[in-house]
């Protein structure tokens, strides 16, 4: 089960935050193959000023989209997954030059899911 | 020396800190021989709707118990150490179907921890 | 693109944000050789009781600047940026006893760094 954090405005937050974490989630269903059952999100949100943007001056409110999953996934798959994630949060109105996605991967072993499988 | 963080609600944070964070700190003794005074946690309380469940509709306040350790023990050290999380919350009152625990390894070299040794 | 993500004191965030801003990032060009203009940062405040540290009772106040960047930098790039970033904070009165660096590492695949290469 794929872990997603989101650092996001807190103003975004507020406005679209169904839309936001059910767009990542479908984004995962479709490319990753996950049961539509398995969303585990958590929000984030930061007052103004406490992000700091420096390669994009007038675009300040960067979204990100942590994910931390266990490393089975192909490059490919990875990639789909990302362009997905930029197409659903596209039809909200955040422009993929808002977007960043950072994957940080792990073992089967370094999982405790809420149960002893 | 393991870095925890976790995420879990605010009111469960506020009703229970020391007592969440000495279980988690015990576990961590117990069962990766740490030394006792090896504590180093981060509460991030989350408010109401800043963590989306899909999985357990009927228990959304999960708790997440990430720990960033170097790659150094067995899989059978990591079982025990969520074991034993487990155990200690569970006599907090907070069962494990309301835990999560991702593991995030990196090396010796990837750390600097308050003195260059 | 390294992504910096920093806990600390809302108090000494409230007094010296631009200041801790900079000293981290230019540490990062002096070290990392990024372009000046890449800094991506977030602040994370935390509030008293947050932060639970044990193995130094009188300085419970740790910064953590958690690094996550591309596996490619060799050990001795990555000490001399924990040395340049402890030299910096330094000059701005944050005691390299203070400072917490964890480094987590991922592959190239793993970023979508706003824009599709």
Chains 1, 2, 3 share one sequence.
Do not use: C
Not at 57 to 81: C, E, F, G, W
């Amino acid at each position: 089960m794929p872990l997603i954090q989101i650092d996001l405005d807190r103003e975004l937050f507020e406005a679209k935050r169904d839309e936001i974490s059910d767009a990542i989630h479908q984004a995962q269903i479709e490319t990753l193959e996950i049961p539509a059952d398995d969303k585990f999100q958590i929000f984030r949100p930061y007052e103004p000023g406490e992000q700091r943007v420096q390669f994009n001056h007038d675009r300040p409110n960067q979204m990100i989209v942590h994910i931390t999953m266990v490393r089975r996934y192909s490059v490919a798959t990875k990639l789909a997954l990302y362009q997905q994630i930029l197409v659903n949060l596209g039809r909200l109105g955040i422009a993929p030059a808002d977007v960043h996605i950072p994957v940080m991967e792990n073992g089967f072993e370094d999982w405790y899911a809420g149960r002893i499988d």
